[in-house]
């Protein structure tokens, strides 16, 4: 099948308008889920909750996300990003608002389901209609400039939350955070745009007026199902390898902050720093690590990064109350963390036809989320029977070796006929 596509003589790319307008999306979505981070220690200390409560609630957010994401990412290759992306970060406004007036645990765990709801459009729809919008071999660049988002999303809760804590209380965290998210509705709506080709653009760094989508006539003469997917050995040893990944990051980025500040006795400053640390490292991995995915392959980047996060996630259990050395670790793994799940992700598109990314990314958010839910119970339960979080994080660390270990296992030929992640 031949797919011609008029390109115009513009000299400005609107792929980068939607790569702006994505970014924005995920630094508010990224701080209001990492973010959450930031605000436990306060939020469960003035509402009189222990860490097992505090990581229900996000459970909630993640549950909500799991469940309904799927879904978000098939309604995005059929009724386009724009509008999924626009509905979601109208929901996800309303529930991060009302996270701002939670007073029981019932509340919040409510209030951040719904904020999950809405997250299902600012992820798996987010990352799809940038990959269309950029050719296969300058995603990596597109993914890298789009995941500094969260990074600084990260950051800036780090730096403004002590802030927010001095002059107002914990409360106002998610207040501008929703005020934020409302206004990218309309933002949403008006540039968004869900495919280059209906657009009549190419997408961008692609030269060729004409070509073979070869993927997608495979896919057309295959049925093009997810359940063809489903038969390939390769989704479910990367999903589980996600999995895995998603168990370890969470494990240390969701309660890094009360580890710093109950176990060290650190600050709240210095403790809240790690999150500005983190986020800062975020965005050099991004920046560095993804683009380098286009010449080296994903399958490779991942071994190499989730090798690092393994030997990092070690290294924490040996810092004694040494907060240099800490902030030093914890930097390292998020160079890495930032790059592991638009690289996940990225895999859809180079391992499955272009037109199921959506489908596909959705389909693997299952084992992220459970990953990211188990992770929260076991450390929540673990710190609060043991009084410390040294034996979730030897967990946590294994569990990113596991990840390592399945990706080495992904083959090099499967079901499909396409290029390869390595």
Not at 145 to 164: K, N
Not at 261 to 273: D, R
């Amino acid at each position: 099948m031949l797919k011609k596509v008029v390109e115009k003589g513009e000299t400005f790319h609107w792929a980068w308008i939607i790569l702006a307008t994505c970014f924005v999306n995920l630094f508010i979505n990224y701080s209001v889920r990492l973010g959450y981070g930031v605000v436990l220690p306060e939020m469960i200390r003035t509402l009189g909750f222990d860490r097992t409560a505090g990581g229900s609630i996000y459970n909630s957010y993640l549950f909500s996300y799991i469940a309904l994401t799927p879904l978000t990412g098939y309604l995005t290759d059929r009724l386009g990003a724009r509008r999924v992306i626009t509905a979601c970060c109208l929901i996800l406004s309303l529930g991060v608002l009302l996270m701002g007036t939670a007073k029981t645990l019932w509340e919040a765990c409510l209030f951040y389901a719904i904020a999950g709801l809405g997250a299902t459009g600012m992820w798996t729809p987010v990352i799809t209609v940038v990959q269309r919008w950029f050719s296969p071999n300058r995603r990596g660049l597109a993914l890298g400039i789009l995941s500094t988002g969260y990074g600084f999303g990260f950051a800036t809760m780090g730096v403004s939350f002590p802030w927010i804590v001095l002059n107002f209380n914990w409360r106002y965290g998610w207040y501008f955070l929703g005020a934020g998210a409302l206004v990218m509705v309309i933002i949403n709506g008006l540039l968004l745009r869900s495919d280059p080709e209906n657009c009549g653009h190419l997408p961008w760094g692609q030269r060729e007026t004409s070509q073979v989508n070869t993927i997608d006539v495979l896919a057309q003469s295959r049925g093009g199902s997810l359940s063809i997917v489903l038969k390939d050995s390769r989704f479910w040893l990367i999903g589980f390898s996600y999995f895995c990944i998603s168990y370890s990051l969470y494990g240390l980025t969701t309660f890094m902050v009360d580890y710093a500040k109950y176990q060290i006795g650190l600050s709240l400053e210095k403790a809240s720093f790690l999150a500005t640390v983190h986020g800062i490292c975020q965005v050099a991995g991004v920046l560095t690590i993804l683009p380098l995915s286009d010449y080296v392959g994903r399958k490779r980047t991942i071994i190499i990064s989730n090798s690092f996060i393994a030997a990092f996630m070690s290294g924490i259990l040996f810092t004694g109350d040494s907060w240099v050395m800490l902030y030093a670790l914890v930097g390292g793994v998020a160079i890495f963390y930032g790059a592991t799940f638009p690289i996940y992700g990225a895999c859809a598109g180079d391992y499955f036809p272009r037109k199921m990314m959506g489908t596909v990314i959705g389909a693997w958010t299952p084992f992220y989320g459970l990953g990211a839910i188990l992770v929260h119970w076991v450390t929540g339960i673990l710190r609060d029977r043991t009084g410390t979080y040294d034996y979730a994080f030897v967990i946590s660390a294994a569990m990113a070796a596991v990840g390592l270990l399945l990706i080495l296992l992904v083959r090099k030929n499967g079901g499909w006929e396409m290029k390869e992640c390595v």
